[in-house]
């Protein structure tokens, strides 16, 4: 199904990867600030988790920009670590480089 009944379906927020030297996770987060990401990498798992605060009582007619909490994650390859992230204009790039030991 195409069109725009299925772009409203989207509950996430949507992601793209880079592979070059290193590996890129591009991660657009519309509507959500800097201090309402998380960023946690544990063992091979990488997780996102972006948090909205309460609701106003504002009654929309149609909210185009999601305004709900959401949780997303990666599991990553052996010996692939997280170098760095940066958020700008509602981006979210986090840098992974795999670093083999002895290599």
Known sequence: ??????LMRVTRPTTSFV?????????????FSRDEITIT??????????????QDDTEYLYHGIAARSFERRFNLADYVEV?????????LHINLERRVPGV
């Open 1 to 6: 199904m195409t069109g725009p009944e299925t």
């Open 19 to 31: 592979k070059e030297d290193q590996f890129q996770i591009n991660i657009a987060l519309a509507g």
């Open 41 to 54: 990498a544990e063992a091979s798992q990488l997780t996102v988790t972006g948090k909205k605060p309460e």
């Open 83 to 91: 170098e760095s992230a940066d958020f700008d204009n509602g981006l």
